[in-house]
């Protein structure tokens, strides 16, 4: 990629970052009294999120084997993998800014159509494995239920089923995807809007023949390299089953009683549902109050046990609620600027002759 173009990411991600912490509405004292609070679990909540990117890096990397060589090092991956999810986070609409950054970054290695391909059959399987994420919390949360740990309330007996038919109808519009491709019907679907009719007709006769080989190169790995589909689809799965080994150590943090399995139940819960609402308000950079508000609704419907025995008041969730987001955003905060460190870094490459 261009040094201009990663500067017009980088400069577009600085000013991102400085707007949404003079806007952040908690005060600075009140930030660094909950980091003080989770103390050196911080560093091991950060330490755990190199090893999810570490995890992404490995998924795109069977991705990309899945439909030949691969010629960039896995160190370079795990960069641009941190990068492209800082740019994600801090983009409108999310992937209006990671996926391209992605492309343009692997395009020198394995070719433009190949990497287009690659990177968005793990936006993908990203995404597919939160709807099997999203299906299971719902399972869990049915399971404590019957088991008396959790009480059915008239608006969670309205949420559930739609979350999980809403998961259900996901799954089967990805799987479809994964047949045939799904790109030229995207593009399809886009020119159909008023405003996008001249440009249809221009952009599909440059770009059909394209744009139908990357759809090729998305079905080649569900229909003919199913080990490459699994072991991805898998990955990302146990990598969103780790992530809520996060919430369970702020849980933990904040006095929560009960068995080791019961908290982790209660933080995979609470993760699913945050990220779903969170994903809801998709267009919001950084998810700026999708995820605190998401934290709130999940906790308010788990009878969490305090550490006196007794159920935590409704006050006092929505303070741990606020505790939890709180150390979430820093992390995030830490970690997109980290992103947006490594792409300033250089790497040389070699660029070789691909078509």
């Known amino acids: 990629m261009k040094n201009k173009v990663r500067n ?17 509405k908690v005060s600075f004292t009140e930030i660094w009294r ?13 330490g755990l999120w190199l090893i ?3 995890m992404n890096a490995l998924t795109w990397r069977i991705i990309i084997k899945g439909s030949g060589d691969c010629n960039i090092s896995f160190l370079k991956l795990i960069k641009i993998t941190i990068s492209g999810f800082a740019l994600n986070y801090v983009t409108p609409a999310g ?12 395009s020198p290695y394995i070719g433009r159509e190949r990497a287009t391909s ?3 059959l793990f936006a993908m399987t990203h995404i597919f494995a939160h709807f099997w994420y999203w299906i299971t919390s719902v399972l869990l949360f049915v399971i404590l239920i019957l088991t008396h740990f959790v009480s059915l309330r008239f608006e969670m007996a309205i949420v559930l089923p739609s979350i999980f038919l809403f998961s259900v109808l996901g799954i089967y519009l990805f799987i479809r995807g994964y047949k045939n491709g799904m790109v030229v019907h995207i593009i399809n679907a886009i020119c159909k809007l008023p405003f996008c009719k001249r440009w249809r007709t221009c952009f599909l006769e440059k770009h059909l023949a394209e744009l139908k080989n990357i ?7 569900q229909n003919q390299n199913k080990k490459s589909f699994w072991g991805s689809l898998i990955l990302e799965y146990v990598g969103r089953v780790m992530q809520s080994l996060e919430i369970y150590i702020l849980l933990v943090i904040v006095g929560i009683q009960g068995t080791p399995l019961l908290i982790f139940i209660y933080s995979f819960i609470i993760l699913a549902f945050t990220s779903l609402f969170a994903n809801i308000l998709f267009f919001l950079p950084l998810q700026i109050g999708g995820r605190e508000g998401g934290f709130a609704m999940s906790t308010m419907q788990l009878n969490l046990i305090g550490e006196s025995g007794n159920p935590v008041p409704a006050n006092e969730i929505m303070t741990i609620a606020l505790f939890i987001s709180i150390i979430c955003r820093v992390r995030e905060l830490f970690w997109t600027t980290v992103g947006l460190v490594l792409m300033k870094i250089s790497t040389k490459i070699k660029e070789k002759n691909i078509n």
Do not use: H, N, R, W
């Open 215 to 221: 759809d090729s190169q998305i079905a080649q790995l």
């Open 118 to 120: 690659s990177v968005l």
């Open 95 to 106: 992937l209006m800014g990671g996926e391209p950054y992605k492309i343009m970054e692997l």
């Open 52 to 54: 999810l990117y570490i």
């Open 34 to 46: 909950d980091i003080e609070k989770t103390g050196l679990f911080f560093v091991l909540i950060l």
């Open 8 to 24: 017009i990411f980088f400069a577009f991600g600085i000013i991102a970052i400085i707007v949404m912490i003079l806007t952040f």
